[in-house]
C-alpha cells in the first residue's frame, strides 16, 4: 500500500519535470496575449530567450534595451527598433518590471 502511494507521487512528479524541461527556458511573459507581449517576445528572443520583466527594475531595463540595440546593430541580426516600437516594448517593461529601486 505505503509503495503505491509513493509510485503515485514520485510518477507525475517525474513527469511534470521532464515536461518542464523540454519546454525549454521560455518564461511565461505577462499578458502574453497582448501586442505589447508579442512584439516583446519577437524583438528580444532573437539572440536568447525574452527575459520576464520583473528580473529588472525599469531604471535598468532602460539601459538593458539600449545595450541590446548596440548588439543588434552591429550583428545585423533583426532591424533595429523603431522609435514606436522601442515606446511600446518600454512601457510594456514599465508596466511589469520589478517593482522597486535598487
Ligand atoms: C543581437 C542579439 C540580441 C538581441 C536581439 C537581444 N539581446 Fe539581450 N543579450 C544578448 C547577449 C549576447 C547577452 C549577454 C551578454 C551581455 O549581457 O552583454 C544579452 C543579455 C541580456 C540580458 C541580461 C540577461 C541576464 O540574464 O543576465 C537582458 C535582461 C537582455 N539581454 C534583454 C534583452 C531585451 C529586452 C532585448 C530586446 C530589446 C534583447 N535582450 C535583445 C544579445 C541580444
Redesign the pocket.
Known amino acids: 500500500m505505503i509503495n503505491m502511494n509513493i509510485k503515485n507521487i514520485i510518477l507525475p512528479a517525474l513527469f511534470a519535470t521532464i515536461l518542464f524541461l523540454a519546454a525549454g527556458c521560455q518564461v511565461e511573459l505577462p499578458e502574453p496575449e497582448s501586442p505589447a507581449a508579442k512584439l ?1 517576445l519577437e ?6 530567450s ?2 520576464h520583466p520583473k ?2 527594475p525599469i531604471r535598468i ?1 532602460k539601459k ?2 539600449k ?3 548596440e ?2 546593430k552591429t ?1 545585423g ?2 532591424e533595429p ?1 523603431t522609435e514606436e516600437e522601442l515606446r511600446i ?1 518600454i512601457e510594456y ?1 514599465e508596466k511589469h518590471h520589478r517593482n522597486r529601486a535598487v
Open positions: 516583446y524583438k528580444c528572443s532573437v539572440c536568447h525574452a527575459k528580473i529588472l531595463w538593458q534595451v545595450r541590446m540595440e548588439k543588434v550583428s541580426v533583426r527598433l516594448i517593461l
